[in-house]
């Protein structure tokens, strides 16, 4: 199977990486307009051809599923091409839906797969939380605090030097891109909202740095986020708790507990798990792992996507009522 990866930078790397090793039969087509990128791709064994555009990559090699990995803005127009050339498509998280109309209704006229990532939506900790709180079947509450320093997210350039320096994709936005949908997944829609923002370091961004959002979902669930790019120590703390039912996550696989018999006791969600040393310990590989697993599942007709286009609209519409919050001001849904 020849697969493009439109990008190859850190996540296009990681998704070559992961494929590859998932099936070695898989020929991977990169594209990057940076010679360096294209050189250091085919060096490292992640790509067997690469092309400056993905015009000379689908002339040459025929590709039978793209994945785009490239930044948020630019994907609504690469994947309208994809599309125009009947290839399905892996994206990652658009943070906008700039062009969602237009490529969903191409992909059902062409008749091809049109996947969103939502790697978060795969971690066996976020399926255990969603689980035990239908089970429970009664009202909780949650308080989660995302905190991460954005001159950490890569060391190796600026951060104002990619997309999260742009307002638009800023990094409290991704950030709640990334959490969203399986918190919406978990607890339903939102149907009640109110934000406040705040600017509280010397980064210089062009966005709030710190948001704390209060969420009513639709299940009666009611939950206070909490996102920030200014925390000195990464870390994605998580509590869920109700008359019957008390949850704790600290974001890796080997810190998630539920509070039974008078204890916090902890849950194995994972009898193992890969993890990249490059990266903090609360990211892991499985999830990304299973997530293209379902990808090329969906393409084979065997599998539904856990994520789509039509679902990304309701975190959108969150993200953009959190943005309407001026600093000091808060904002009500």
Same mark, same amino acid.
């Given at each position: 199977?020849?697969v493009l ?17 998932m ?11 940076a010679?360096?990128r294209?050189?250091?791709?085919? $060096? ?11 015009a ?5 090699a025929?590709p039978?599923?793209a994945l785009?990995c490239?930044?948020?803005?630019s994907h609504a127009?690469i ?5 125009d ?6 994206t ?8 969602y109309?237009e490529?969903?209704?191409?992909a ?8 969103l ?8 900790e976020?399926?255990y939380?969603? $689980? ?10 949650y308080i ?12 190796w350039?600026? *951060? ?5 320096g742009?307002?638009?994709t800023?990094?409290? $936005?991704?950030?709640?891109?990334i959490e969203?949908p ?5 607890f ?9 923002t705040?600017q509280?370091?010397d980064l210089?961004l ?8 209060m969420l009513?979902h639709?299940?009666g669930?009611?939950?206070v ?21 008390h ?9 998630l ?6 204890e916090?006791?902890p ?8 993890h990249?040393?490059?990266?903090s310990?609360?990211?892991?590989e499985?999830? *990304?792992?299973d997530e293209?697993?379902?990808?090329f ?13 039509e679902k990304d609209?309701a ?10 919050a001026?600093v000091?001001?808060?904002?009500t849904?």
């Amino acid at each position: 199977m020849n697969v493009l990866i439109v990008g190859l930078g850190s996540m296009g790397k990681r998704r070559a990486r992961l494929a590859k090793g998932m099936d070695k039969t898989l020929r991977i087509i990169g594209v990057d307009t940076a010679d360096s990128r294209r050189e250091e791709a085919l $060096r490292l064994g992640l790509a067997d051809e690469v092309y400056p555009t993905i015009a000379e990559a689908a002339g040459a090699a025929a590709p039978e599923a793209a994945l785009v990995c490239t930044a948020p803005l630019s994907h609504a127009a690469i994947i309208g091409e994809l599309l125009d050339r009947s290839i399905p498509v892996f994206t990652e998280l658009n943070l906008v839906d700039d062009g969602y109309d237009e490529n969903i209704a191409k992909a059902k006229e062409k008749g091809v797969v049109l996947f969103l990532s939502s790697t978060m939506l795969y971690r066996r900790e976020t399926q255990y939380i969603k $689980r035990r709180v239908t089970e429970f079947g009664r009202p909780v509450h949650y308080i989660y605090h995302i905190g991460q320093y954005l001159p950490d997210w890569h060391p190796w350039e600026n *951060y104002k030097n990619f997309f999260v320096g742009n307002a638009r994709t800023g990094g409290v $936005r991704e950030i709640f891109g990334i959490e969203l949908p399986w918190l919406l997944d978990a607890f339903g829609d939102v149907t009640a909202l109110s934000v406040q923002t705040d600017q509280i370091s010397d980064l210089g961004l062009p966005y709030p740095d710190c948001a704390t959002l209060m969420l009513r979902h639709s299940s009666g669930a009611q939950g206070v986020l909490a996102a920030d790019v200014v925390s000195p120590r990464t870390e994605r703390i998580f509590e869920c708790f109700g008359d019957g039912l008390h949850l704790f996550w600290e974001g890796n696989p080997k810190a998630l507990y539920e509070y039974r018999d008078g204890e916090k006791q902890p849950v194995d969600t994972y009898t193992s798990f890969e993890h990249d040393s490059r990266y903090s310990d609360n990211i892991v590989e499985n999830a *990304y792992v299973d997530e293209l697993a379902n990808f090329f599942a969906v393409l084979r007709g065997e599998e539904a996507p856990r994520w789509s286009f039509e679902k990304d609209r309701a975190a959108i519409a969150v993200m953009d009522a959190a943005e309407r919050a001026e600093v000091g001001r808060p904002v009500t849904y």
